[in-house]
């Protein structure tokens, strides 16, 4: 098993900053992919971005691109989401995952995160 838990999230301004973390404890001696999905109110849950168990490859989704940034410090077991330029469509619960393989799509991984909450001002 792993638990996962996320902390950062908060208000922030349109072209503000924050950054997610997600600290995993458990059996995360396993070469874990990393992602981070949000859901918006009303919306379904959507995949953010993935990173690799090393770190060399990582995914965004479009709309993310060139904002936002993850990374993971397998020392510390922790994972992050450097969020710029937030935009108020990126207000939503942000989770963390972990699963065997990289990917886009929900079912790759077990283990989620409660979520936390990122509110975006106009």
């Known amino acids: 098993q792993v638990q996962l838990v996320e902390t950062g999230g908060g208000l922030a301004q349109a072209g503000g900053s924050l950054r997610l973390s997600c600290a995993a404890s458990?059996?995360?001696?396993?070469?874990?992919?990393m992602a981070w999905f949000r859901q918006a109110p009303g919306n379904e849950r959507e995949f953010v971005a993935v990173i690799s168990w090393s770190g060399g490859n990582t995914y965004y989704t479009d709309s993310v691109k060139g904002r936002f940034t993850i990374s993971r410090d397998n020392a510390r077991n922790t994972l992050y989401l450097q969020m710029n330029t937030l935009k108020p469509e990126d207000t939503a619960v942000y989770y963390c995952?972990?699963?065997?393989?990289?990917?886009?799509?929900?079912?790759?991984?077990?283990?989620w995160g409660q979520g936390t909450q990122v509110t975006v001002s106009s």
């Open positions: 458990g059996r995360t001696f396993r070469p874990y992919a």
């Open positions: 995952a972990a699963g065997s393989t990289m990917g886009w799509e929900e079912f790759r991984y077990a283990y």
